[in-house]
């Protein structure tokens, strides 16, 4: 098929039955915001040929772990909702073709079709390993346009996101933004969407507070947020250290819990040397922890 990004009618040949190439490693796969496909960097109006390519042997995937799939290709964008417009919240295959596995609980028929080659699919997988968001099918390693033996959620693209999803999604967008990279940490920068690039900034941008943020201090005050035990955070919850000075206080936004018995949890962090980060943490877990669990007055619960 041609490798136009503007083409609107896709080729809707079969996928490999058993076997599909990898995109060279710098090889860009990701969705396009205008026409909703995937276009590998490599991909021009000439067609200029990829290089030698790799080939993998679809792995069959057992009853037990009919959930889990492998990946293919590099650099595929996941997204934070169904709709390829959100924000990105990870890459899968970095640097490396099929360095991934994803692990998926449900899909969404977008009804927008993504293409590679001759695999086209208008599926993208809820995924929860290595990332949570939504990934298109096509960048999974299965014959299928579908994943098979995951369910089918009804409805697309995802309905209008609430207030607490809508803090976690404007704080994946800091994980990317500096040319795909996270937004660098500074106490006396600003970044271009006007906030300051520390980790109350941060809050306040993912927030939607006014520029350019309060400070941790101010997002622990009664005006902003109430306090609540650590064991009832939910999504887009603060955990805050609001206690010494610029250097020692900090806070951080809760995403979920890694187990059922809270031993450590997922959140977005706005950190000195990484920027922007989204890794498991403990903070405020050990007693006597100087780090307190708060909700945003605006969340109205």
């Not at 915001?33 to 030698?52: D, I, R």
């Not at 169904?82 to 990870?90: H, L």
């Not at 962090?269 to 403990?282: I, N």
Request: charged fraction near 15%; proline fraction near 9%.
């Amino acid at each position: 098929m041609s490798n136009d990004p503007h083409r609107t009618s896709l080729s809707s040949a079969p996928r490999p039955a058993l076997s599909r190439r990898f995109l060279p490693a710098l090889a860009l796969a990701c969705l396009a915001a205008g026409g909703g496909m995937a276009v590998p960097a490599h991909a021009t109006t000439t067609g200029a040929a990829l290089a030698q390519p790799v080939t993998t042997r679809v792995q069959p995937v057992p009853a037990q772990a009919a959930a889990s799939f492998p990946t293919w290709g590099t650099r595929w964008v996941v997204h934070a909702t169904s709709d390829i417009n959100s924000p990105a919240v990870g890459m899968i295959n970095q640097t490396s073709p099929g360095q991934d596995r994803i692990t998926a609980d449900y899909q969404v028929d977008t009804g927008r079709r993504v293409c590679e080659g001759s695999a086209c699919s208008t599926f993208m997988a809820h995924i929860t390993q290595p990332f949570t968001g939504f990934l298109t099918v096509v960048a999974v390693d299965i014959p299928e346009d579908r994943l098979p033996g995951v369910p089918v959620q009804d409805g697309s693209p995802d309905p209008q996101p609430g207030a607490r999803q809508q803090t976690l999604h404007r704080a994946a967008t800091w994980l990317t933004a500096h040319n795909g990279r996270p937004v660098p940490y500074s106490q006396g920068s600003y970044w271009r969407d006007g906030y300051r690039q520390d980790c109350s900034g941060y809050a306040s941008m993912a927030l939607g507070l006014p520029t350019p943020g309060t400070t941790t201090v101010g997002l622990a005050h009664h005006t902003r947020t109430r306090p609540i035990p650590m064991s009832e955070l939910q999504p887009g919850d603060l955990v805050i250290d609001a206690i010494g000075n610029s250097n020692t206080r900090h806070v951080v936004i809760f995403e979920k819990w890694n187990d059922d018995a809270h031993r450590s949890y997922t959140a977005y962090e706005q950190r000195g040397v990484y920027g922007t980060t989204h890794r498991s943490l403990t903070y405020g877990l050990a007693a006597g922890s100087e780090y307190k669990a708060h909700r945003p007055l605006q969340y109205g619960n």
